[in-house]
């Protein structure tokens, strides 16, 4: 049984922090962060930080104790995925050039990815759906779902553009800004504009 503890808190008198981290990896993201989830939300509290989300790559492994914890240490906890998106149907197993329409040189992508954060229980059982579907139906090198899924269980989520591998980035990088203008539109459609954002990193 994992040990739910308080950790110290930040001294007194620190302001609360009007920056909250919505991107964090834990060590369940292989090969991409070593940060286990206590120590990330001992961090939080030390900086006296309202909130906190993890986001690990294609997995909700670490959200139960996550949610726990920053309920413990009076945070509170934002549930999201890292997810990695298909070209097409989460099913196929292709791969396609990173601009869409691509040119010679171009570099092949399996996937794209995508953050989901959860706004509500709604998000979450949504969330759920998602990680299992990617796991049970769209493995591929990795755990994917495509955008008609996201149409199917999207309520509840908060979208963000996610990193240097996400889609909007991708084209923005080639240089393809109408392409990319298009792809924005396509996710703050879905979403809607008070719940799809674009990251800065």
């Known amino acids: 049984m994992a040990d739910y ?14 920056f909250v981290h919505l991107h964090v990896h834990s060590d369940y993201s292989l090969l991409d962060s070593c940060a286990t989830i206590d120590k990330l939300v001992a961090k939080a509290k030390k900086l ?6 993890l986001t690990d790559h294609g997995n909700m492994f670490g ?3 996550f949610e726990k914890l920053c309920h413990v240490n009076g945070i509170n906890p934002i549930v999201g995925e890292e997810f990695y998106v298909a070209f097409g149907s989460h099913k196929e197993k292709n791969s396609v050039p990173y601009s869409h329409k691509g040119e010679d040189g171009d570099r092949q992508a399996r996937y794209f990815h995508l953050i989901l954060l959860c706004e509500n229980e709604t998000g ?3 969330m759920s759906w998602l990680s299992s579907i990617a796991f049970t139906e769209g493995m591929w090198y990795k755990p994917r ?21 996400g889609e909007l980035p991708q084209l923005l990088l080639a240089g393809k800004d109408e392409e990319a ?16 954002y674009i990251e800065l990193q």
């Open 145 to 165: 779902i495509d955008f008609e899924l996201l149409e199917k269980y999207h309520e509840g989520l908060i979208c963000c553009s996610a990193c240097i591998a």
């Open 124 to 126: 979450y059982k949504n």
């Open 63 to 65: 959200a139960l104790n």
């Open 5 to 18: 503890h308080e950790f110290e808190s930040a001294p007194e008198g620190t302001p609360v922090a009007n």
């Open 48 to 53: 006296n930080m309202p909130a906190l989300a």
């Open 181 to 196: 203008k298009e792809v924005a539109l396509k996710y703050k459609n879905l979403f809607g504009p008070d719940h799809y």
